[in-house]
């Protein structure tokens, strides 16, 4: 979600990551990616916003027909993209527009940044949306010269909206787990369980209150606290507990007490 907090996903593997029987095998692979992740979110009006890798012309009339709107950057060589608009000379700053009413008003966007890329390269980006006006909006900044910045309201909704991906990266790389390893389902295990970290300190900090919210660290910090701390609570479902038998509290003096090493004092040096 735009908020960072992981729905679903797919392990890269290959051929071997589709069903046999899916039925949607007539699709490409990047077009089958995100309908098999929306299985569960198709017919509720969502808008998924997708980089140029996965963003294509058929798959955003797929996506209408099932109610859920596509909005996302895309490659000019995709089949049945607009090749008028990629033709077209932008100034910067601007953009241009091109509205296909024959196929369920199906927006095209290229907009030229106010800034080059290195090498004094034009910063062009071309959009595809099911659900955005051919307009500009102003983005309340303006340029050396106080001209007032626009941007395509498709442009700044997807920089607005697709920062979750980025996000969840950033805050599980400042908290990484992962070692080099021959072993890829160490890999996999360690990514799920910072994974499900991530996402129940997001859904805890929704719940809780503004002074009760707390950052990833303090909420995995808590978490390992209380497992190394707290006494399991044993099930009555599975065996009766016998009162008269003392239990053990797993408490942390006696995890760290034998292993981990202690610093031991410096040999005297008189004689």
Known sequence: TSDGITLDFLVYCGKGMFADDDPHSDMPSTERIP???LQNFLGKGHVLYTDNFYTSPSLAL????????????IRTNRRNFSKEIVNVDLEKGTSAFYVTMNQKAMLACKYRSHKDKAGNKPKVVHMLSMCHQPRSLDTNRTQMNGDAIFKPEA???????????????QQLHSFDILRKSYKWYKKIAFRLISQCLLNSSKVYN?????????????????????LITEEP???????????????????ISRLIGRHFMSQLPKPSTKK
């Open 35 to 37: 309908v098999i992740l």
């Open 62 to 73: 797929f996506l209408l027909q099932n109610k859920t709107h596509l909005c996302g950057t």
């Open 155 to 169: 442009v700044w909704n997807y920089n607005h909206h697709m920062g979750g991906v980025d996000r969840v990266d």
């Open 206 to 226: 929704f719940q809780a209150g503004v002074d009760s919210k707390l950052t990833f660290h303090q909420f995995v910090k808590s978490i390992i606290s209380s």
């Open 233 to 251: 609570a044993e099930p009555e479902l599975f065996y009766p507990v016998n009162e008269n038998v003392p239990r053990v509290n797993e408490n």
